[in-house]
């Protein structure tokens, strides 16, 4: 049973670029959620998609965007990167969005803006 | 904006030592309460979801207690071994419509042989 998948694992971008990181939910999960993970801090929720619609998002800008397609993968796009943006991206699967749904998080992709 | 604090920053421990950690939250509008273990290079891992006031979990050598009136959490670790070193993060639910987690920045754990 593959657990949740995330690509790619590090990628380096420069300021003002885009990028797209990309999940695959543990098997069985319908419910995806993304984490931005900065040096020092815990992980900070940008958003979660549930039916292929955003559910709820934090408090980040809308230069961070997703989607999420039928098969319950999910992609993050953020725009005109800063170099703020640098830090580790956890994407979470669950089985709905019910607060006793425990999240099960892939191994993260590492960006760096330089 | 939500306050999750977590206490201590970090721990050095021997091997066979009992521990525990805090969790501290607001307790306005909270629904649940989940913890997770990371260790280095590995993914998080969910170890106990809490919702009731005077919830207690325990998994193997590891137990959870949640105090939603007062707005805490402890963790405790009986007999500490060199594989339970990790970082040990707590997280509130609020406003019951999802799971979002508001995550604590983790309590550090290294139990040294």
């Known amino acids: 049973d593959a657990g949740v998948t995330q690509s790619p694992t590090h990628l380096i971008k420069t300021r003002g670029q885009q990028v797209t990181l990309r999940c695959s939910p543990k098997?069985?999960?319908?419910?995806v959620s993304w984490y931005q993970q900065a040096l020092g801090q815990g992980p900070q929720f940008i958003f979660q998609?549930?039916?292929?619609?955003e559910r709820q998002r934090g408090n980040f800008p809308d230069r961070f965007s997703g989607h999420q397609f039928p098969n319950y993968s999910s992609e993050l796009n953020v725009n005109a990167l800063l170099l703020g943006d640098s830090a580790l991206y956890l994407c979470?699967?669950?089985w709905g969005t019910g607060v006793a749904e425990k999240l099960f998080f892939g191994s993260g992709t590492q960006l760096s803006v330089l | 904006i939500l306050n999750v604090e977590q206490s201590p920053q970090s721990l050095h421990v021997q091997e066979g030592d009992s521990t525990n950690f805090t969790c501290s939250f607001p307790s306005s509008n909270f629904y649940a309460l989940h913890w997770y273990r990371w260790e280095t290079a590995k993914s998080p891992e969910a170890l106990f979801v809490m919702t009731l006031n005077g919830d207690e979990k325990k998994k193997g050598r590891i137990s959870a207690t949640l105090n939603t009136k007062e707005g805490y959490s402890y963790l405790y670790i009986k007999g500490s071994q060199p594989e339970d070193s990790a970082t040990y993060l707590c997280a509130p639910i609020y406003g019951g419509a999802t799971n979002k987690l508001i995550f604590g920045t983790g309590t550090l754990l290294a139990v040294q042989p």
């Open positions: 979470a699967s669950s």
């Open positions: 098997s069985g999960h319908d419910t």
């Open positions: 998609y549930y039916e292929e619609e």
